[in-house]
């Protein structure tokens, strides 16, 4: 089943504008981390926020964790035709194993027109 | 260092067959998950297997099995292909579950088409 839910499920913008996708879960997590998938291809790591961090960047990418509403956004600032993909959350959640698996929303597919 | 790889790319089987497809991990990465993506249910986890140990299952049927090898590459199993297993077959390594650091590195996956 879905943790994450991530909101919109599909947005369309113009080169240079800024991203904005959010995404929702509902239990306890270890992390929460961004992938982006182009067209039917694997995943690309993005970036991965630990549940005690409110807030982390790299490059044109800004995401903010808020524990207290178990939510979370990815901004993704000046984006370019390139950034066309589908981008998914994932919530890291430790298993009664001791170890981590991720949990997938179904993604936000994401449009930049040129 | 290569990334993730997996074979076959694409995969076409009639209904009750059975199919195999491989993942080779990052060299130094020990634990290998399986990802099933289909357009109705998205991306689910199948199972992460870790020292050739199976540590975590999803919710998915007996039919679906999987391996690692002392080499960390891993096999999956579907036995009795059924049409709603038509999916792509993701595969992630990383290089150690045990820490709360566990960005994962993704194969481009298997297209298995079902008849």
């Known amino acids: 089943s879905q943790q994450g839910e991530e909101d919109p499920q599909a947005l369309s913008i113009q080169e240079g504008e800024n991203a904005t996708m959010n995404c929702s879960y509902k239990t306890s997590i270890n992390n929460l981390q961004w992938y982006r998938q182009n067209s039917g291809r694997g995943l690309v790591h993005l970036i991965l926020i630990r549940s005690n961090e409110r807030e982390k960047h790299s490059g044109r990418l800004r995401v903010t964790l808020d524990t207290s509403k178990k939510s979370s956004s990815l901004l993704i600032t000046a984006s370019r035709a390139a950034d066309t993909a589908s981008y998914f959350c994932a919530t890291g959640v430790i298993t009664q194993g001791g170890s981590e698996k991720l949990v997938f929303g179904k993604g936000t597919k994401l449009t930049v027109n040129p | 260092k290569a990334g993730v790889t997996q074979t076959p790319r694409y995969l076409i089987k009639t209904r009750g067959q059975q199919v195999t497809l491989s993942c080779s991990p990052i060299s130094g990465h020990r634990s290998v998950s399986w990802y099933q993506q289909t357009p109705g249910q998205g991306l689910q986890f199948l199972f992460e297997y870790f020292s050739e140990t199976q540590r975590n299952k999803g919710n998915f049927p007996g039919r679906f099995s999987g391996r690692q090898f002392s080499n960390s590459r891993s096999e999956m199993n579907v036995s009795t292909l059924e049409l709603g297993d038509s999916a792509l077959y993701l595969c992630?390594?990383?290089?150690?579950?045990?820490?709360?650091?566990?960005?994962?590195?993704f194969g481009p996956g298997t297209r298995l088409t079902v008849l």
């Open positions: 992630a390594s990383s290089q150690n579950p045990l820490t709360n650091y566990n960005e994962q590195f």
